[in-house]
């Protein structure tokens, strides 16, 4: 991963980087004026699933990348994607969400 000038690094200590004293992930996002997150990384069932159960409760829209994340099984994996996808947050592959961007951004090269 490339890592520009602009880009924000937050470092966290917690399995959740949304819980209370583990980041400024939280101060930062609403500073910019996020309300959806896309979540990717390792470990579905741990901080992937961890960030999105409190992300949904402190009222962010909460999009998991199936195709993004993963567990140390793929049944683990999978059993994480199912308990999220009933209350916590959709779940879509990357290149819908890449679609979807692209449609809203009237196509612009993402």
Request: net charge negative.
């Amino acid at each position: 991963m490339e890592i520009r000038d602009e880009d924000y690094i937050v470092f966290k200590n917690r399995y959740s980087c949304l819980i209370p004293g583990s980041s400024s992930l939280e101060r930062l996002l609403r500073s910019l004026g996020c309300d959806t997150l896309l979540l990717a990384g390792t470990k579905t069932n741990i901080c992937v699933e961890s960030t999105a159960r409190d992300a949904m409760m402190l009222d962010f829209r909460v999009v998991v990348l199936s195709d993004a994340t993963a567990a140390l099984t793929d049944e683990e994996h999978q059993a994480s994607l199912n308990v999220l996808v009933q209350e916590f947050a959709d779940i879509l592959v990357v290149d819908e969400v890449l679609d979807e961007l692209r449609t809203n951004t009237g196509g612009a090269d993402l």
